[in-house]
């Protein structure tokens, strides 16, 4: 059968880091609040002329040279992002045409948080079903431009950046030693939507409006729902926690990935985290992650990973691949 095999990993991050200290200035906050609640330390912030589209390209071609390839060889481009550079046309569009491609196609995927997740999932369907045979995945995201600076319980979590895979098609045996994609498993649930959500959009305020969130229904959803679709994937391969050479979450509280580990007995040793350096990039987040973890040797060929989020809608899965 034909499988999705990760040929190359790329990042991107803004020049500017914004610590905690910094938004002491801006917000009644702390440092030691911050870290608390969150673990986060710092966070990326994308200054004038840095924008989702010029981050995902420049993810985009690292993940392209680390797999020896050019934009010749790619025939589809998918972004997962909730931070356009416009309305319209798609940024995925806009990174094609900064990456010189003009073959193909390219769309953008709007799951927020789980965006890359969904991305990831309809990229191997694509390969599956022999309409590409290989696919640039990008998560980019200026969650910056989106929030209320003024509100201390959303403005300290979010950061900026972009992260991409490029995804291959290769022959496996249809077994669990096969190498890319084993399974994917996606949810969401639209009753949920005001607990996590923006208070504009062009067909009802005809503004970009402010990121707002109720972080206690978020939490008290999370765990469960993260945990629902990685047995969801364990299940659909038959393997187990035990198997699981690294979980990759998207980075959004430390608390939350610590909770959803515990439970499903993943040691923290097997758990990557960069939500303390990055925050939380929605989109993002998951490839940055993974570009971390395996740019320092940590994710290594034939290692079994999987990657699990939550955000808003809600809307939550898991992917399970082989590295």
Known sequence: MIRSVVRGFGASLPKRVMTNGDLESLVETSDEWIVQRTGIKQRYIASEGETTASLGAAAAQEALDRAGLTV???????????????????TAVNIQNRLGMHHGFA???QAVCSGFVYAM??????????????VLVIGAETFSRI??????????????????????????????TDRGILTSNLRSDGVHREKLYV???????GTVGHLRMEGREVFKHAVGMITDVIEGAF??????ADDIDWLVPHQANKRIIDASAKKLGIPDEKVVITVDKHGNTSAASIPLALATAAGDGRIKQGDLVMLEAMGGGFTWGAVLVRW
């Open 107 to 109: 769309f953008d995927v």
């Open 199 to 205: 208070d504009g959009g062009p067909s009802t305020t």
């Open 72 to 90: 010749a060889d790619i025939d589809l481009i998918i972004c997962a992002t909730s931070t356009p550079d416009n309305t319209f046309p798609a």
């Open 121 to 134: 999932a309809t990229a191997d369907l694509y390969i599956r079903g022999g309409m590409a045979k290989r």
């Open 235 to 240: 299940t659909a391969t038959g393997t187990t």
């Open 147 to 176: 929030l209320d600076w003024t509100d201390r319980t959303t403005c300290v979590l979010f950061g900026d950046g972009a992260g991409a895979l490029v995804l291959e098609a290769a022959e496996g045996e249809g077994a669990v």
